[in-house]
């Protein structure tokens, strides 16, 4: 393979093209073909994290600029003196040679990597897995070790609509930062990702958790999760996480116990989750009508098997795209999205009721990236009503209208 070749169905996250500081190699090809690359998150410390609740910082910090500059070159006026005086109009005559010829100074050039916060990338692109390569990787282990505020995350970039659960996006981080930012709600708990894509979430709440399921679907994006998990045992060995990555079909109804299945549950597992889980999390999942569907039923699915309250937090990004039928701007897969929360919320069933609300966005920022403010988080509280208003399932046929709910409540309810 000689060059990655970008195709008109082709997506890319903004995290591999704004990130600044990350650093992407490509390692080796998937099952698929298709290229991996492996990038370095740094979690940020006290001084350096971002206060997102001062909405004045990005004007002091762009006062604050250091004009790269010489000072010389600052102010045309100071510098030229008799060689560039200012008309009564205001405009600076130009720099002449003694030929007569324009003049133009040009900005010093600096060593890019002397006072600059990046570091010099250069990519690798390989034909096949380079078996040397990845031993040089295995062989970092221990120096990464050292380092408990880095995470690697293997992912590819670049891919179809179907496989964009293989690439780091911005809802993947907003979720990390809230869930580092309230270490006391999850410490010590059973947490359920659906939809967990390169685990880095996943990864972030084993650092504060006890046991996480990070569920997905598909054989190589899991494997390709695992091995991240992996990669990353260095971060939540402390605490005393664990991470069990498991396959979770939104298609399908029951979770697969098959032994012979690769990532299937064992019984005690699905005892286990059902038991345990208080919170359950999904970072930017909801971007097709279909797997939004499929998620909300999920929701519900695994909801009324539980005897508790649960806790459930999912962060969107809201992608704004030019509609030709309505020849102006809108978000379709968010307008979905809202209405199935709607939907959910007034949902009576007599099993369990659910409570919507969206989360501010202010807490603080550990992870490098471009908060927008189409980022949202919200928040729905699912809590088991009394067994006296419980309905068997043949009752709550005969009582309630399938036509008034979306396709994703009709098909948690059958």
């Not at 509280?381 to 068997?392: G, K, V, W």
Request: hydrophobic share 35%; net charge negative.
């Amino acid at each position: 393979m000689d060059q990655i070749t970008f195709h008109h169905d082709t997506v890319l996250s903004d995290v591999h093209m704004l990130l600044p500081n990350a650093r992407h190699l490509m390692i080796r090809l998937n099952c698929v073909g298709q290229p991996v690359f492996i990038s370095k998150f740094k979690i940020l410390s006290d001084g350096e994290r971002q206060d997102n609740n001062d909405p004045g910082k990005g004007l002091k910090e762009a006062e604050e600029y250091d004009d790269p500059r010489e000072d010389g070159e600052k102010d045309t006026k100071d510098s030229q003196g008799n060689d560039g005086q200012e008309d009564v109009e205001g405009n600076v005559e130009p720099f002449l040679d003694e030929d007569g010829d324009l003049d133009i100074t040009h900005r010093p050039k600096k060593n890019p990597t002397e006072g600059s916060g990046r570091d010099l990338v250069c990519p690798i692109i390989l034909k096949r897995s380079n078996p040397v390569l990845e031993q040089q990787e295995e062989n970092t282990d221990d120096e990464v070790k050292c380092f408990k505020d880095i995470i690697r995350i293997e992912h590819t970039m670049a891919t179809p609509l179907e496989d964009v659960g293989k690439q780091v996006w911005r809802g993947a981080f907003l979720m990390a930062d809230f869930i580092l930012s309230m270490p006391a709600m999850f410490r010590g708990g059973t947490v359920l990702e659906l939809g967990a894509g390169t685990g880095l979430t996943s990864i972030i709440m084993a650092t504060i958790a006890k046991t996480v399921y990070c569920t997905d679907v598909g054989e190589d994006l899991l494997s390709m999760c695992k091995r991240n998990v992996t990669l990353n045992r260095h971060m939540m060995e402390p605490a005393g996480g664990e991470v069990r990555v498991r396959q979770l079909d939104w298609l399908q109804h029951d979770l697969c116990t098959d032994a012979d299945v690769k990532f299937s549950w064992t019984e005690e597992e699905v005892a286990d989750m059902y038991n345990n889980t208080s919170f359950i999390i999904a970072a930017d999942v909801c971007y097709d009508d279909d797997l939004t569907d499929g998620f909300f039923r999920t929701l519900y699915r695994l909801c009324s098997n539980f005897s508790h309250t649960c806790t459930i937090f999912i962060s969107i990004e809201k992608r704004m795209n030019f509609s030709l039928r309505d020849m102006d701007v809108s978000c379709e897969a968010y307008d979905h999205f809202s209405h199935c929360l709607s939907q959910l919320q007034h949902l009576a069933d007599g099993r369990y009721s659910f409570r919507v609300e969206q989360l501010p966005s202010n807490f603080a920022q550990f992870l490098l990236y471009e908060r927008i403010e189409q980022l949202e988080l919200w928040k729905v509280t699912a809590t088991p009503l009394p067994c006296d208003q419980a309905r068997s399932d043949s009752e709550l046929f005969s009582s309630v209208d399938l036509d008034s709910h979306p396709s994703s409540m009709n098909a948690g309810l059958s």
